[in-house]
T-cell receptor
């Protein structure tokens, strides 16, 4: 079965600083990969996704992520963080489960705090 | 447009009440989902409907009863809930089951 690890529970950065959120996955083949963002009490907003092709994908709000097959990673980056980026970030893997059904598996999330 | 709407935004109910959560999408998506999210946790899949048929039920207690009246609507009927069922309930939809899921804003449920 697939799994997703987000090693950092909480990250604090200063506004204007660069950001990298880590995500590692476990799956036998190349999965579909997603980053979602969630503000408190809100739903999940899709930031970006990787299905195939170019391993560097661009998303909304100035975010990008790079798929590295050799490291089983899909890290999220942003060159300059804004105070409004403070939120919870979830990495997710879409893949066939052992029972054959396709499901999204989420990491535990990384909470981003931004210091003005 | 990638909008999924959910009503109500907030719901408070007693353990003997019956209530329903509603979800709607007009993107022509054929797969719809219910997730439960507890505080500081990732979403947990409850049900999946594909082409208006229930395709996945993640061993959810029978006090939660999903319904898909048509391809645009998804309901979650609630009856005899427990306080531990208090959570954010998220609806999502996708073109097909192996496609990108788009989430609604959620319903914050409190069971007293």
């Amino acid at each position: 079965a697939q799994s997703v690890t987000q090693p950092d529970i909480h990250i604090t950065v200063s506004e204007g600083a660069s950001l990298e959120l880590r995500c590692n996955y476990s799956y036998g083949a190349t999965p579909y990969l997603f980053w979602y963002v969630q503000s408190p009490g809100q739903g999940l907003q899709l930031l970006l996704k990787y299905f195939s092709g170019d391993t560097l994908v661009q998303g909304i709000k100035g975010f990008e992520a790079e798929f590295k097959r050799s490291q089983s990673s899909f890290n999220l980056r942003k060159p300059s963080v804004h105070w409004s980026d403070a939120a919870e970030y979830f990495c997710a893997v879409g893949a066939r489960s052992g029972a054959g059904s396709y499901q999204l598996t989420f990491g535990k999330g990384t909470k981003l705090s931004v210091i003005p | 447009d990638t909008e999924v709407t959910q009503t109500p935004k907030h719901l408070v109910m007693g353990m003997t009440n019956k209530k329903s959560l509603k979800c709607e999408q007009h993107m022509g998506h054929r797969a719809m989902y219910w997730y439960k999210q507890k505080a500081k946790k990732p979403p947990e899949l409850m049900f999946v409907y594909s082409y208006e048929k229930l395709s996945i039920n993640e061993s959810v207690p029978s006090r939660f009863s999903p319904e898909c009246p048509n391809s645009s609507l998804l309901n979650l009927h609630l009856h005899a809930l427990q306080p531990e069922d208090s959570a954010l309930y998220l609806c999502a939809s996708s073109q097909g089951q192996a496609d990108t899921q788009y989430f609604g804003p959620g319903t914050r449920l409190t069971v007293l």
